[in-house]
């Protein structure tokens, strides 16, 4: 039986865990615990007889909203916590479901239904020998029959060889909405150049930022496969074209993207390297063109908190304007939080990063700069099928020379905000109402611009 069918049975068979575990093995026990709530008045049997209601049901995305919220009064309840770790293994919030079963076994170290729900969800996270040992521990003891050939065909799964693992993905996705400055330029009307004795120069409408409507159309495809049981290799394409309307069809602008990888993964650690090779064009002709790559170290510090450090290279070349052309080398280090026990499991980011762009020719200093930024932000579930989501970013560039118009040396400080709302009609479909803000303060006043972005994004994901 090859891999795949194996795990497909250990998750089929998991299905019927809990029905098998709560009539072949534990009637006695379940029978008393409904016959208590069928007498309990309190909010904690409320709760409990509606999430025994939603499981028989399947229904257990129901039962887990139910139990999840009362998790900071009831949890150290064994009863609360076995169902609450059952709802949440059965919805993916995997985090939630071993706190809450390990806290259900502390109350009751013997209870067997208990330790093989909680070998279930160490077998979803990936953890294979605390899954062998808890199946193991409970095919040791006394096991009813129908129980015996749902811990034998996870122990299966998890012995068995690595064979092949390729997973697809990808989406389809459409915008539209107000484009404050389509075109990233100055809002100034008219600019003083120093260099020519403060000359006034009025500026024509192209190079201003222009204001106009949009529609954008994308979409991806991705593809991962596990070589052997540590390393994986990935491979994707994106496609992206947006087209303005009014004064603004001159920035009508697409790309494409090609990006490949490997990671290495070993215990709690996730070694990565990724080539990427990025082209944009601009009024149907070529801009520009990135060829990349990055290196990055991600650990699981445990607590739903991860930690990564990160290098990257990139050589960045414009299409008809060589000059321009730099190659841009950063390190940074990153971090990721997530706040399980929260009601809508909340998640927060933050990353620093410093690094320099140097000019491919010698001559062409004034694109040279040193850089440093950082960004923060986060998301959060109100509700089952309901997002909100924003976050800040700021770069700060100090090029190299003296600029020989302006007589004044670039500084460049551009902050980024970002905020939205997404609504998932489906697991797969979604639509989101966003907003986008930039900022760019230069001390040169060519280079300084706003811009506000106004969309409705309608995104489908299919794996």
Request: aromatic fraction near 10%; hydrophobic fraction near 40%.
């Amino acid at each position: 039986m090859s891999v795949l069918s194996l795990r497909r049975s250990a998750l089929v068979a998991a299905a019927f865990s809990v029905g098998l575990t709560g009539v072949a093995w534990a009637s006695e026990d379940v029978a008393a615990a409904d016959a208590s709530l069928s007498v309990s008045a309190d909010a904690r049997g409320s709760a409990i007889a509606q999430a025994r209601a939603h499981m028989q049901a399947k229904s257990p995305a129901q039962a887990y909203a139910v139990l999840a919220p009362l998790e900071g009064r009831l949890a150290g309840d064994a009863e609360y916590d076995y169902l609450l770790g059952i709802a949440a293994a059965d919805t993916g919030h995997l985090d939630v479901a071993e706190r809450a079963l390990k806290r259900s076994i502390a109350e009751r170290p013997g209870d067997g239904p208990t330790h093989l729900e909680l070998g279930r969800t160490y077998f979803l996270l990936g953890q294979r020998e605390n899954a062998r040992r808890e199946f193991e521990g409970v095919a040791a003891g006394d096991v009813p029959e129908g129980v015996r050939p749902v811990i034998q065909a996870y122990l299966n799964a998890i012995d068995a060889p690595v064979g092949v693992r390729t997973a697809w993905s990808g989406y389809v996705q459409g915008n539209f909405g107000h484009d404050t400055n389509a075109n990233n330029a100055t809002t100034n009307s008219s600019i003083a150049i120093p260099a020519l004795g403060g000359l006034m120069f009025v500026l024509d409408g192209g190079s201003r930022g222009t204001p106009a409507n949009f529609g954008d159309v994308s979409g991806g495809l991705a593809v991962r496969h596990a070589v052997t049981e540590n390393l994986v290799v990935s491979g994707s394409g994106d496609v992206d074209v947006r087209r303005y309307g009014g004064n603004a069809r001159a920035f009508d602008q697409g790309s494409y993207l090609f990006q490949l990888g490997a990671n290495w993964l070993s215990g709690k650690n996730n070694f990565g390297l990724q080539y990427a090779n990025q082209h944009m064009w601009v009024d149907s002709e070529s801009y520009r063109n990135l060829n990349g790559f990055t290196a990055q170290w991600t650990r699981d510090l445990g607590e739903s908190l991860q930690a990564a450090a990160f290098a990257q290279y990139t050589p960045i070349r414009y299409m008809g304007t060589n000059a321009r052309d730099v190659n841009r080398a950063i390190g940074g280090a990153s971090i990721v939080k997530g706040f399980t026990s929260v009601y809508g499991e909340p998640v927060a980011y933050a990353s620093m990063y410093a690094g320099r762009e140097s000019p491919k020719d010698g001559l062409s200093a004034a694109f040279g700069n040193h850089l440093w930024g950082g960004r923060i932000g986060g998301e959060w579930h109100v509700m089952p099928n309901q997002m909100l989501f924003a976050n800040v970013s700021f770069e700060r560039r100090n090029y190299d020379t003296l600029d020989s118009l302006f007589l004044v040396e670039r500084r460049d400080r551009q902050l980024d905000v970002r905020a939205g709302y997404s609504y998932f009609a489906t697991k797969a479909f979604s639509i989101t109402p966003q907003y986008t803000f930039t900022r760019n303060g230069s001390s040169q006043p060519l280079y300084q611009y706003h811009r506000s972005v106004y969309e409705i994004v309608a995104r489908y994901d299919f794996r």
